[in-house]
């Protein structure tokens, strides 16, 4: 089946995963993404050793998870015929999708007003670490420091007094992937209705500031942060540990109509229509806060998380386990809705994979085809472009392509 998107094409010239992730789920959309390695190739192929997985051509869910549903050309941008070809490419492409920082996409030839000259129609789409006119505009940007530290995300989100939190790689990468995704669909619109391109940029820092809007509008009203759950506003909107250790998350956010329900639930009947506790703005303003949010973890701590799960559900009280990883592979939610996916590697393992969130019903469930060796695709690119084989040969031989690169 093909495509939303079928018919553009994506020139991808991305390292790691915030932008090659916006050309994976491009791809799956049924765009032809054509992405461009140097001779030294994406370290991004190598970032199973990061994540502590296994790496290699025939199993490297590592680099698939930003590279799935793509083509590869090895091209030395450096070279004259390198730079050629690159233009080439560019000459009958929709987008350009990069985060190169500018001040190298200045010095290749490949930067923003050079393009826009050349290729008036061409989308240039650009993930980069921060703003175009501050101080740090050419800094190198990274997830961890952009986004989740300087961003706000570390210092909003840990627990009062405790050290913030490990989250997995790429935590805001991912998110900074489809915002950019958006923008180019935006721009695409343009181009079809103008035919004009225009240039679309997300930033890991600005993404970061976005995704917390609640938390940087409400501390100018003295909402502070960090906070600790024994001081939560909403005591039921929390944490809680359960008999067996684990963790869970209640999210009853009309405190006044469902008070006695939760507490009936929780088998303290004996606090029904309590006026110290049955009014949320009451607690707050005479600091009743960890009182209660300590009795409400006595009562959790009596049963296992299997019964509070069964216990809220029973009385449409929202409320859900954490989760970890290996408890999602067996999850019937994520299972039955696609978001998790056993695709098969080429070294004959099945492994769980998750599918871009954005579902298309005239799509159903898109193709996930895993990423190949480095340069597995110059010849039939180049071949498309009007190179002969003798004419791919003497550019392979001269350095300004690369055919297939193993690891």
């Known amino acids: ?32 993404v054509i992405k461009v390695e140097s001779p030294k190739g994406d370290p991004g192929r190598m970032q199973g050793s990061v ?12 680099f698939d998870i930003s590279n799935m549903n793509k083509r590869f050309i090895t091209l030395n941008t450096k070279t004259d015929e390198g730079l050629k070809i690159m233009y080439q490419l560019l000459d009958t492409a929709n987008v350009f999708l990069t985060n190169v920082r500018s001040k190298s996409l200045a010095k290749m030839g490949l930067d923003y007003d050079t393009l826009h000259k050349k290729f008036p129609k061409l989308i240039f789409a650009q993930v980069l670490g921060y703003g175009e006119n501050g101080d740090k505009r050419d800094a190198a940007g990274f997830d961890a420091t952009c986004y989740m530290a300087r961003g706000g995300v570390l210092g909003t989100t840990m627990e009062k007094d405790e050290t ?9 990468d991912f998110q900074v992937s489809m915002c950019l995704t958006a923008g180019i669909c935006g721009a695409l619109v343009k181009q079809m209705n103008q035919g004009v391109g225009d240039k679309v940029t997300v930033t890991l820092h600005h993404a970061a500031l976005f995704m917390q809007n609640v938390a940087m509008v409400s501390a100018q009203y003295g909402n502070t942060y960090p906070k600790s759950r024994k001081e939560i506003a909403n005591p039921f909107n929390n944490t809680y540990k359960t008999k067996d250790d684990r963790w869970l998350v ?27 506790y049955n009014n949320v703005d ?54 039955k809705n696609d978001e998790l996916r056993k695709i098969k590697c080429p070294s004959g393992n099945e492994r769980f994979i998750p599918t871009n969130p954005v579902k298309f019903a005239s799509i159903g469930k898109p193709e996930l085809k895993v990423s190949k060796p480095q340069g597995s ?31």
Request: proline content about 5%; some cysteine; glycine content about 8%.
């Open 377 to 407: 695709d110059t010849d039939a690119i180049l071949e498309e472009l009007g190179y002969s084989k003798q004419d791919i040969q003497n550019l392979s031989a001269e350095g300004a392509v690369g055919l297939t690169k193993h690891i």
């Open 164 to 172: 913030p939190m490990n989250p997995s790689n790429g935590y805001g």
């Open 250 to 276: 209640m999210c009853v956010p009309v405190y006044e109509r469902d008070y006695n329900k939760v507490m009936t639930v929780l088998g303290r009947e004996d606090l029904i229509d309590n006026p110290r």
């Open 1 to 32: 089946m093909d495509g939303i998107l079928k018919g553009v094409k994506v020139v991808d010239l991305t390292t790691f995963l915030a932008a090659p992730t916006v050309a994976r789920v491009l791809g799956e959309w049924g765009a032809d």
């Open 51 to 62: 994540f502590n997985m296994h790496y290699s051509d025939d199993e490297n869910l590592g």
């Open 282 to 335: 009451k607690i707050n303003a005479e600091h009743l806060n960890a009182e209660f949010v300590q009795i409400m973890g006595e009562a959790f701590k009596k049963q296992d998380l299997d019964y509070w799960v069964k216990a809220f559900d029973k009385n449409d009280l929202p409320l859900e386990p954490c989760y970890v990883p290996t408890e999602i592979y067996s999850d019937e939610e994520a299972l």
